[in-house]
């Protein structure tokens, strides 16, 4: 006779609940660990590399000599977890945000990957420009290296944007082409069927897209491209709960941040 379970064992099939990206994890090198916990054998950035990589940013001193604004094209938009003094709509040209970078860890598994966004060639892209006082500059920079610098998959550079108060240099971070991860653009059907099925430690991928578009849409600069991609993620994903063929016209679900 097989042994029946214990009342407080979990169940086969639970999983376990997703971390939250704060500021406190990223500075205390908790996401880091996590992903090593996740995939040891992944390379990432060590403290002195992502030193480097910041003073590089600002040659003469290697620090901030002003106010330092931040440009957010995905999930920096609803989670920014760094402490900023003002924010503004921003536009940056020449550049897009898509989902071309694959990710084995956070957003996925390395049996199922998941997609996350990168900024790459062509186009334009809206998002959100967080400037940061000169005094705080150094320190919230260092929780934004630690959170997209953790490996090589993208490179921090100098942006024009534009604002409903004018043009400003902001700092973002934009596609590494030559980096391994790096995908370019995938099929439409391809991407949706992967943000449907993959998720992390930090959380399913759709939640990644889902709060990128309800965010976007909140603040008046919805994105095309990303909205029809949402549509076919929820559609994928109630179809599979429902045993049957896609079934477009679905709303988008609104994530919490």
């Known amino acids: 006779m097989a042994n029946s379970p214990t009342p407080d064992a979990p169940s086969p099939s639970e999983e376990p609940a997703p971390v939250a990206l704060t500021r406190e994890r990223l500075r205390s090198g908790e996401i880091r660990a996590l992903l090593h916990k996740h995939e040891p054998t992944i390379k990432t950035l060590s403290d002195e590399e992502l030193a480097a990589s ?8 290697g620090k901030p000599e002003g106010d330092v604004w931040l440009f957010g094209y995905g999930s920096l938009i ?3 977890a760094i402490e900023f ?4 709509c921003a536009t940056v040209r020449g550049l897009h945000r898509r989902f071309c970078l694959r990710t084995e860890l ?4 390395p049996d199922q990957p998941g997609l996350v966004l990168g900024l790459d060639r062509g186009g334009v892209c809206r998002g959100v420009a967080f400037r940061i ?3 705080h500059a150094e320190t919230e920079l260092e929780i934004v290296w630690r959170r997209e610098m953790v490996t090589h998959a993208y490179r921090p550079r100098w942006l024009k944007a534009q604002t409903d108060q004018g043009p400003i240099d902001v700092l973002g971070f934009v596609i ?3 980096g391994e991860r790096y995908c370019g653009q995938l099929p439409e059907d391809e991407a949706a069927e992967t943000i449907a099925r993959a998720c992390g430690f ?9 709060n990128t578009v309800s965010h976007l849409r909140d603040l008046g600069m919805p994105d095309a491209g990303l909205e029809r991609l949402a549509g076919k993620v929820a559609a994928k994903q109630a179809a599979a709960k429902l ?6 016209g679905l709303d988008v679900p609104r994530r919490s941040a």
Request: proline fraction near 12%; charged fraction near 20%.
């Open 54 to 61: 910041q003073a590089a940013m600002f040659p003469g001193s």
């Open 78 to 80: 609803w989670n920014p």
């Open 85 to 88: 003094a003002e924010q503004r």
């Open 106 to 109: 956070g957003r996925g598994t």
């Open 133 to 135: 006082p000169r005094e």
């Open 176 to 178: 590494n082409r030559s």
């Open 202 to 210: 930090l959380g399913p991928c759709c939640e990644y897209l889902f």
């Open 243 to 248: 045993g049957q063929g896609p079934d477009g």
